[in-house]
């Protein structure tokens, strides 16, 4: 089953922060993000696995909550070059990787 | 480091018509996915290999699509016949086995008339 993630979509003015969920209904062992700028392949970000960890770089970074079978991506500060649509990937067992609904960030200057 | 290999990256196809996708995925990797993502939407997973075997492919419309990887490396998925709701952008994927970062390739865009 799909990852279900919130917002869908969200506008920010540059210098701004966001925060990008991801939830579950099944238990999960890694969950993984991607951004997709249009018209190109999605790009890895991170990956996280199981035992609630935290991880980032530059000024992006995510949180894993197995317990709550959730994960949400921060962003802070956010830049133009952060415009595109935000997937979670979850890894479940065999390491199936199945990806969210996306959340589409918009920054404007 | 060669990226993942896709071709072609476009096609048109009327429906009821045949169709074939081909992957070369990086070198080493043992993990090799595909998945069909139509506009707006996330990337679909339609199968996953491990090697040469099939570790998931329970989202594959079986009666119409069918892939193969052969010698656990190169990799083809074929849409016979397409439909019109087949529209959409193809995407093979590649990692090491276990969760760690799996590369995209640019993917072939499948339009359906």
């Known amino acids: 089953q799909q990852p279900v993630q919130s917002p869908q979509a969200v506008i920010l003015r540059e210098g701004e922060d966001a925060v990008i969920n991801c939830s579950s209904s099944?238990?999960?062992?890694?969950v993984h993000w991607y951004r997709q700028k249009h018209g190109e392949a999605p790009i890895f970000l991170m990956i996280l696995l199981k035992g609630g960890e935290q991880k980032g770089h530059d000024k992006i970074s995510a949180s894993f909550n197995e317990k709550k079978q959730q994960s949400s991506l921060y962003l802070t500060a956010s830049q133009l070059s952060y415009s595109g649509t935000y997937f979670c990937g979850t890894g479940v067992g065999n390491e199936k990787l199945t990806f969210g609904t996306g959340t589409r960030l918009t920054i404007i200057p | 480091e060669a990226g993942v290999a896709q071709s072609p990256r476009y096609k048109i196809i009327e429906k009821r018509q045949s169709v074939a996708f081909w992957c070369n995925p990086i070198s080493g990797h043992a993990t090799l996915y595909w998945y069909q993502q139509i506009l707006g939407q996330g990337p679909k997973l339609l199968i996953q290999?491990?090697?040469?075997?099939?570790?998931?492919d329970s989202q594959l419309p079986k009666d119409r699509f069918s892939a193969e990887r052969l010698k656990g490396v190169d990799s083809t998925l074929k849409i016979q016949p397409a439909k019109l709701e087949d529209s959409a952008v193809y995407l093979c994927?590649?990692?090491?086995?276990?969760?760690?970062?799996?590369?995209f390739g640019q993917g072939t865009r499948l339009t359906v008339v």
């Open positions: 099944k238990a999960l062992y890694s």
């Open positions: 994927a590649s990692s090491l086995q276990g969760p760690v970062e799996a590369f």
């Open positions: 290999f491990q090697n040469n075997g099939v570790v998931d």
